[in-house]
Structures are given as C-alpha cells and as structure tokens.
C-alpha cells in the first residue's frame, strides 16, 4: 500500500452469522480524496463504514486504514478518524460545549486547548450561543451540525460521514455542505455514505454504488453518469399498461430504455434522441439532462429494499 | 516523573478516568436531582433503626446498638449506590442515551468504558459514606480517627460491587434483568451480611455463604476501621474485596465488547 492511499479494502466480507452484509469488496480511497458510498438500504454502507471505524470486526479479507490494519491497530486507527454516525449520539447528559469537551478528552486534548477548538467548532457551524444549552433542545440541522463539529475537534486526517445530511432542511444542508468542501479543500480525506444524488454529485471525486453487498459501478460522478445513462434522459408518462406498442418501437429502434411503470425512460445523447422523437409524439414528455439519480436506479432497480 | 506521566496516561486507568470524567461533569450538570435523597436518607435511617430499633435490641457485646450499626450502613450505602448506578445507569447510558455509542468513535474501548463505570460506581460509594460518616459523627457513633479510612475502603467497596454489576449490564438484554439482580442478589445479601446483626446464630451454610459474598466481608472491614480496632485480617479481607473486583472487571471487559463490537 502506497502511502497517497488513505483506505484500502481487499475482498473486504462482512457476514453477521449467515447474513453476508459486505461480499468481497475492493475499493481504494486516496489521501485528500472525497469518496463516496452509495446504495440502498441494506446495501452494505454502514457495515463498510462500521469496519472502517474498527467498530465491527472483518470477517475476512483486508481492511487498512493509513497503512494500519483495522483488526490490529484500533486505537491509533480510531485516533486520526473523526465520525459523523448516523445515529444521533449526543450526549443528553451534557450541555453543548461539555459534549465537545468531553469528546476531545478522549483523544487525550489537553484542556485549554480543547476549549479553543471547542469554541472555534461552535463559530464555524454558527451554534456559539447554544454552547450551554442542552443538546435536547436542539433543532436536526444544530444537533448534525455540532455532530459534526464534534468529529472534527481532534483534527482528524479522514473524515466518515454517514448520511450527514439526512432529515435536514436546505438550509442546514448547505451550510453543512460548505463546511465540508471547505474542509476538503484543506486536504481531509472523506469517507461518505448518502441517499442523495445531488449530494454525492456535489461532493464526492469519485464514487462506488453497492447493493447487496457487492460493488455495481465505480468512478467519477461524471463517468458514471455518461457509462450508465448516457447524456439525456426523456421521460415518457405512459399511465400503464403501455398501448401502442411503444416499447416495440423503442425496441425496433435499437434504443436504450427502461420501463419504470407509470413511465418510460429513455437514455441516449442528443442527436440520437432528437432523430426518435416521433416514437413518442402524442404522450407527455419531460426531456432533461440525465444525473446519478438514474444511474442508481438503473444499476440498484427499482424494487423497495424495506 | 516524566516517564511516570507517559506511563500513566497511556494506561487503561487514564482511559478510564475520561469516561469517569464525563460522569461526573453528568452529575455536577444535573446535582439537585441527585442530592436530596443522598442526604436525608442515611440520617433518617439512622435515627429510625438506630435509635428507635435500637432501644429495644439494646447492646450488642458492649457496643450500643446504633454504633454496631453504622459502620455497616456505610458498607451498605457504599454497595447500593455503586450497584445502582453500574446497573440501572450504566445500562441507561449504553442504550437509551448512546454514550458508549460516541465513545467508540474515539481512542476508547469497551474495556476503558467499563474501567470508567467501575471508577466512577466507586467514587458514588465514598461520597455516600462521607454522608453516613457525618451522620453517624453527628449522632456521636464515631470516636476513632480510623473512621476516616471508612471512606476509601467504602470506594474500595464500591468498586467490587460496580464492577460486578458491570458484568450483568454488559450481558443483560433488557433494563428489566437489573430488578431480578437487586431482588435474588443484592436485597437478600443485605441482610445476611452483618449489617444488622453479627451471624453467629444463622446455620452454618448461610455463614460460609455469607463470608464468600462481598458485603459481609465490606461491613466487617468498614466496622473495624470505625472502631478503630484494627486487625490483620482486615488485609485478608481488603484482598478478597480487590480480587472480586480484577474478576469482575476482566469478565465485564470481556462481555462489554462482544456487546459492542459486532
């Protein structure tokens, strides 16, 4: 392993007793990288991140973390990560600077110090004059935004988000997501897990789509979306059952489509769209820019995981 | 010094003692709460069991009643408010409120959080026995300067009985199994323990078993630094009081993490 590699997973498995959750995965993140996992629910992210944190133990295959084994150095590894769980674990039991404070005890800051970048992390996510207020009588948007301000008081070298900005309003998504390209800018490598497309597009280099437990696709958001989908998508409202034989004729066509139920999609770039419109002349017809929303549900389906 | 610095804060016990530290500032944060009942109750018990009880049992050898029992008191405050909290709180940290959760995201692991409770149940018993110390001084129970090592062997107490309770919070599955603990265990240990009354009449068996469970042994040590009448068996018993501690320690370390790391 190189030292510019931050993560690196070979034939990563994580199996709960029969359950395989991660199945052999390999995947690499370098230093300084934002690297993005997404997937459905029960794709296997959380467990990926949970082995990352040295939190779950790998059932077999390889884990590194800043050339450190997670299975051996959990301390030192735990030391330089800074984690934004997707559970809320504030703790109730200490106003908002106290968990801060105590949260830098445990990477050994010493006192005076911990204060200063308590106060500055306080600043940056614009929570100051909520220092002595109970984490209980917090909003979502303050309680992630000190979740993450947390994270990042022992000035850790990567940084885990999983699902960061979920149940937020745009607001706090985008001071939440200003911090963080803010922070990348300065070289931390990221780690993060998101139902959001706009979000991975926003944030991540580079990105792997899972689903049970296996890698689907990798690369830039860019890449993927031109691999997958292509450069536009027209979205066909159908109304099923589809009459007309419009799925012959798409089919006649040599067209990349997919049925998605009340609609049809239809991937291609420009030119080759533009020489079909007729196939869908008469139906209502919504012709936009294709994103990773499609590659996703492309890659994952379409069926409800929960 | 300086290497005995390093040494010390790279060990389990200083690990141990951040998470002790976020107790204590839990506590500080919400004191009212806490207090209250922590005071009154040793001086109402006192004069109830003491006095009033006390006037009809009489002496006991030649001790008074009421002085036989505070030593005793102290030994059993020690245990109820170490076992408590490693129980009850303990078990409500872990799962309602995810602190042990945000603590494994750092340096910390389930063998520092349980060092931590065990420190921390130990500190809740020596602030109790300074409560009961100045009650039973304000009743005239104590005469020997002795009485003041009451309170680290009450934290010696409240280690043992923490550490115990570790171990059933690290494997119970729900917060119902702590109320089983307090009714087949700690209740009827309390007393057959020497707290109320010397064993010498119980059966034989009920003695021995006495003598293997840790508040017999507590109460007898807490009695002789009290009076003030010292023995070497009391090293015996500070020894049996700090083994079952290591033990309890080890297994609850040992449960703790196949509870958390999974």
């Known amino acids: 392993m190189t030292p510019s590699i931050a993560i690196e997973a070979n034939r990563l498995t994580k199996d709960y007793s029969g359950l395989v959750a991660v199945d052999s995965v390999d995947f690499s993140v370098s230093k300084g990288e934002c690297f993005g996992v997404l997937g459905p629910n029960g794709a296997g992210k959380t467990s990926i991140m949970k082995m990352v944190c040295?939190?779950?133990?790998?059932?077999?295959?390889?884990?590194?973390?800043?050339?450190?084994?997670?299975?051996?150095?959990?301390?030192?590894?735990?030391?330089?990560?800074?984690?934004?769980?997707?559970?809320?674990?504030?703790?109730?039991?200490?106003?908002?600077m106290q968990n801060l404070l105590s949260h830098a005890r445990f990477f050994n800051i010493p006192g005076t110090l911990a204060k200063e970048r308590a106060w500055a992390a306080l600043d940056l996510f614009q929570l100051r004059e909520k220092a002595s207020a109970s984490p209980d009588h917090l909003s979502g948007g303050m309680r992630r935004r000190l979740l993450i301000g947390r994270a990042l008081l022992h000035e850790p070298s990567i940084l885990i988000l999983d699902e960061p900005t979920t149940g937020l309003d745009p607001q706090s998504r985008h001071l939440v997501w200003d911090r963080l390209l803010q922070l990348k800018h300065q070289g931390i490598t990221m780690l993060l897990t998101t139902h959001y497309m706009d979000e991975a597009a926003y944030l991540c280099d580079r990105l792997m789509v899972i689903d049970l437990g296996k890698i689907l696709a990798e690369g830039t958001p860019e890449k993927l979306v031109r691999t997958h989908a292509g450069e536009q998508v027209v979205q066909i409202q159908t109304l099923a059952p589809h009459s007309n034989g419009l799925l012959e004729q798409l089919e006649a066509q040599g067209l990349d489509y997919e049925d998605a139920g009340d609609s049809v999609l239809v991937f291609g770039d420009t030119s080759s769209l533009s020489k079909s419109e007729s196939s869908w002349s008469g139906y209502h017809v919504v012709r936009r820019p294709a994103n990773l929303e499609d590659v996703f549900l492309r890659l994952t389906g379409r069926w409800l995981r929960d | 010094m300086a290497s005995v610095s390093v040494a010390l804060r790279s060990s389990f016990i200083w690990r141990g003692f951040h998470v002790w530290q976020r107790n204590r500032d839990a506590v500080i944060r919400g004191w009212k709460v806490e207090l209250g009942g922590m005071v009154i109750e040793p001086f109402v018990v006192l004069a109830a069991l003491g006095f009033g009880l006390g006037a009809y049992v009489g002496?006991?050898?030649?001790?008074?009643?009421?002085?036989?029992?505070?030593?005793?008191?102290?030994?059993?405050?020690?245990?109820?408010?170490?076992?408590?909290?490693?129980?009850?709180g303990a078990y409500l940290r872990m799962d309602s409120h995810h602190v042990y959760e945000a603590m494994l995201f750092t340096p910390v692991e389930p063998s520092d959080i349980v060092v931590g409770e065990a420190m921390w149940g130990a500190t809740r018993a020596a602030v109790s026995s300074v409560v009961v110390l100045i009650a039973a001084s304000s009743f005239g129970l104590v005469s020997s300067p002795f009485a003041l090592l009451a309170i680290p062997c009450a934290y010696l107490v409240g280690l043992a009985f923490a550490s115990i309770a570790m171990v059933l919070t690290a494997t119970a599955s729900t917060i119902g199994a702590m109320n089983n603990f307090f009714t087949v265990f700690i209740i009827p240990m309390f007393y057959v323990s020497g707290v109320f009354f010397p064993l010498d009449h119980l059966p034989e068996s009920v003695r021995v078993l006495s003598w293997a469970l840790p508040l017999t042994p507590a109460a007898a040590l807490t009695r002789g630094l009290v009076g003030g009448n010292l023995s070497w068996q009391m090293l015996l018993w500070v020894a049996e009081l700090l083994a079952m501690a290591a033990v309890a320690l080890y297994v609850a370390a040992f449960f703790m993490r196949r509870r958390l790391i999974k």
């Open chain 1, 54 to 96: 040295c939190i779950s133990p790998v059932t077999s295959g390889q884990l590194v973390v800043q050339c450190m084994d997670v299975m051996r150095q959990r301390r030192a590894i735990k030391s330089v990560l800074g984690v934004v769980s997707q559970a809320d674990s504030l703790d109730p039991g200490l106003n908002v």
């Open chain 2, 59 to 88: 002496n006991i050898g030649d001790t008074r009643y009421a002085e036989y029992l505070a030593p005793g008191l102290i030994a059993s405050y020690a245990m109820f408010h170490a076992t408590l909290d490693a129980t009850y």
